[in-house]
């Protein structure tokens, strides 16, 4: 103890406490609080920076999520559409073939009606062709028939019985 | 002072090859030179762990038995009826007198006394001077290593500071050497310690103390031989800061457990004759925690410097072709131990600082039921 307070030296002492305090308060200000407060800073914005780090990948899923449902969707809509077409074609496939089948009946019965028209006019004119001819035909006969008696007899006699057989 | 040392192991290795067959028999010539030896090195080691007046690298003894100092003297500034200012080198190592304003200063061992003219000193019967001491406020070695150290921290720490800005928040060259030191005392010794809330306003005085000790500790170490934090004026001003630190920034809860440790735990007759020697404890621990801090960080730093140079000592004593190189090899492992020392030392006055300051700024939470048993 003696040795102790014999080194001890208030001059070294003052000194030391002098310098010290002198120390820390230019450190203070120019190394301690601005070391720090970059710490803090870096520290905040590595924080800061995970944060939004998470954040981005969370929303990153939800627009996922979101693009799945949505293709999800889009692909239903298709498959609903794409039936739709196929009933509508199918619809209209069977209309148009009910209405040529209608379409081709009445040119039918049209085309039949000519015929017929045709046929008949055809008939017609051949019956007075024919009842022309019969005239011409009859008027020779008559000619040739009505130079001699007998057969005027004959002839009357045999009209006669195709008059009856009528 | 080491490379003295450093030196005359050089020089003796040398020497040694050279002269060892003539040597031979000069060594043996007298036992009292031996003797001499050994008393020469204790008190190199003795001058050695006290501060000194003039920064001297190295000295030796010319054959005509002169010695000579190589190194730089100092201010002397002495209050004595007003100040008186000189440089060291006027003592001339202690063995003239200096003069200043009409007064006679004479310098023993290492300090510095009033004399007459003739430089006529008085001694008591222990051998310590009785003359009058002038209060010495000179520059001794340990305030210009004080100085450097303190200049270098201001560059290293201002630069690395410097640097958060210059370069995007990350740091640069040597301070990416120390910025991790300093997030370790602010994370694992100031924030356990002290709290997460208060911690801020104690760590300018942590890394400082922290890197102040550390640094000089390392410049202990080195071969200008100097040995700042084992010098007891210089622990105790250290020491006295995180005192009056500890006390100012203490909390009504601080002192209100100092004079009355045990609460509402005990009725006032039940406390009155255990307070009798509690609170007188209570208060001796007030200087007793900054005063171990003082004393371990002075003898563990004086310790060190003992052992090293006494083993460096004992090379000079053996000069054998076994003893010095075992000597040696034991003063390098030493010196390994040292340099762990001068960190560890650092570190345990800063973690006892901040556990001190931690105590006094907490505010309690008043648990009751808890005995307040645990502190003794």
Redesign the interface.
């Known amino acids: 103890m003696d040795k102790?307070l014999?080194?001890?030296?208030?001059?070294?002492?003052?000194?030391?406490?002098l310098?010290?305090?002198?120390?820390?308060l230019?450190?203070?200000k120019?190394?301690?609080?601005?070391?720090?407060n970059?710490?803090d800073?870096?520290e905040e914005?590595i924080k800061n920076a995970l944060a939004a780090a998470e954040d981005a990948k969370k929303e990153m899923q939800n627009v996922t999520a979101d693009s799945e449902k949505l293709l999800k969707e889009a692909r239903g809509e298709r498959e609903a559409m794409l039936k739709e077409a196929r009933e509508l074609r199918e619809k209209m496939m069977a209309n148009a073939k009910e209405q040529a089948k209608v379409e081709g009946d009445k040119m039918i019965a049209q085309a039949k009606a000519t015929i017929d028209g045709e046929k008949k006019a055809a008939v017609a004119e051949i019956k007075n062709q024919v009842a022309d001819l019969s005239v011409q035909i009859a008027e020779k006969v008559l000619k040739e028939q009505l130079t001699n008696k007998d057969k005027q007899l004959k002839l009357v006699d045999d009209m006669l019985g195709d008059l009856k057989l009528n | 002072m080491r490379s003295l040392f450093t030196i005359k192991v050089l020089l003796i290795c040398s020497i040694f090859l050279g002269y060892s067959l003539s040597a031979t028999a000069k060594e043996e010539t007298s036992e009292g030179t031996k003797k001499d030896l050994k008393t020469e090195i204790k008190e190199y080691i003795d001058h050695h762990l006290k501060d000194s007046h003039d920064f001297s690298i190295f000295s030796y003894t010319e054959d005509s038995g002169k010695h000579v100092y190589i190194g730089l003297p100092l201010p002397i500034i002495l209050w004595d009826n007003g100040i008186h200012v000189f440089s060291s080198s006027q003592f001339h190592h202690g063995e003239t007198l200096a003069q200043a304003g009409g007064n006679y200063y004479a310098l023993d061992h290492g300090k510095i006394y009033k004399t007459d003219a003739e430089g006529t000193m008085t001694y008591d019967e222990e051998g310590h001077a009785t003359n009058l001491k002038p209060i010495d406020f000179s520059v001794t070695k340990n305030v210009v290593m004080m100085i450097i150290t303190g200049l270098l921290m201001l560059w290293l720490f201002s630069s690395l500071a410097r640097s958060y800005a210059k370069n995007n928040g990350v740091p640069t060259g040597a301070g990416r050497f120390f910025e991790p030191i300093v997030l370790y005392i602010r994370d694992d010794i100031a924030k356990p310690t002290i709290g997460e809330k208060r911690y801020r306003k104690y760590m300018p005085f942590l890394l400082t103390i922290f890197f102040f000790i550390w640094f000089l500790n390392m410049f202990g170490l080195t071969p200008l031989g100097v040995n700042v934090t084992g010098n007891i004026a210089i622990t105790f001003g250290l020491a006295l800061l995180t005192f009056l630190i500890t006390n100012f920034t203490g909390t009504k809860d601080y002192w209100k457990h100092l004079v009355d440790p045990l609460g509402n735990a005990m009725p006032w007759y039940g406390k009155l004759p255990i307070y009798i020697i509690l609170v007188p404890i209570e208060l001796l621990g007030l200087i007793i925690k900054p005063f171990a801090l003082l004393i371990r960080l002075y003898a563990n730093m004086q310790a060190g410097h003992i052992v090293l140079m006494s083993l460096i000592g004992l090379m000079f004593i053996f000069k054998s072709w076994i003893g010095s190189p075992l000597s040696f090899f034991l003063a390098f492992a030493i010196t390994l131990i040292e340099i762990l020392v001068a960190l560890l030392q650092a570190y345990i006055f800063t973690m006892l600082s901040s556990l001190y300051f931690g105590f006094a700024s907490e505010e309690h939470d008043h648990h009751e039921e808890e005995p307040e048993l645990a502190h003794l």
């Open positions: 102790l014999n080194d001890f030296s208030f001059g070294l002492f003052v000194w030391q406490t310098l010290f305090v002198l120390l820390l230019l450190l203070y120019y190394a301690w609080k601005p070391i720090l970059a710490v800073d870096r914005g």
